[in-house]
């Protein structure tokens, strides 16, 4: 499996399953980019993605767009949790423990 994603400095890297043939860091990475993205955005899944600045605008959080994504990523992980920090902007916070048992925690800027 693999998924492209942005690092630090913002050039696109490959992200691919690792040694032990996990998938965590691919579904991770598909994770944030459905946070990031809008509904309709992807021309392949446009029925991912939460409406973000939408909900800015009419003051609407979009929590049952936020369920929706964990619901779809949880069966991934032993454990998935999405919280958000801050709605203006929105700012969600992600934590995973993968099947490997590793803890990730990530602020995901929308």
Known sequence: MRTYG???????????TD??????MVLISNLIQNLRL???????Y?????????SVIQQ??????VNRLQQQFSQYFSSLQIAMVS???????VSV???S?????????S
């Open 97 to 99: 423990i993968t099947n």
């Open 38 to 44: 809008a509904p309709g955005e992807s021309p392949f």
């Open 101 to 109: 048992g590793a803890k990730i925690i990530t602020e995901v800027y």
């Open 87 to 93: 709605d203006d902007p929105p700012v969600y916070n």
């Open 46 to 54: 446009a029925n991912n993605g939460i409406p973000a600045q939408s």
């Open 6 to 16: 942005r690092d630090k400095n913002g050039k696109w890297v490959e992200i691919t």
């Open 60 to 65: 609407i959080l979009p929590t049952y767009y």
């Open 19 to 24: 040694d032990n043939g996990y998938n965590d």
